[in-house]
């Protein structure tokens, strides 16, 4: 529990339900989920598109045509996600080097343990969005339904 503002959350803690626990789980899922909403809106709206122009293709070549273009989307998220994160952890990295630090000391620190969940879950939020978008959207959009009196792709 090596965050910040550590003292004021267990004082909540001690005289409420919080557990401070799972305010570090939700704090790392929400870090990413902006990151996996701008990768999931990408690969659908390309996806529409793709079947806009050319509605004859079929539900696997849509699907194909998703996960190529959220190949490419999955490495620069990923990377724009550990940047991030680094950035907002500069004034660690600082304190790292100001205090000259080993490799050890700094490899077994908690805020280092803390930052590597972060990353890692939200690459691998992003690895799993790509398929789960593209099969969705390749899926509705070759599912015929009925809409008022236009027949549309769902």
Known sequence: YNVSEIEELVFIANNS???????????ILISSLGAVMDVSMSVASTINEIHDKNPDLSR???????????????????NTLILAFTGGSINTLIWFYAYDLSYGQIINMYQIGIEVMQGLSGTSAIILTVPIVA???SFL??????????KKAA
């Open 60 to 78: 696997y070549e849509l699907f194909k045509s998703g996960i190529n273009v959220g190949r490419d989307m999955m490495g620069t998220m990923s």
């Open 141 to 150: 959009l070759t599912t015929n339904v009925q809409i008022g009196d236009k």
């Open 17 to 27: 339900e919080l557990q401070i626990g799972g305010l570090l789980f939700a704090g």
């Open 135 to 137: 099969l969705i959207s």
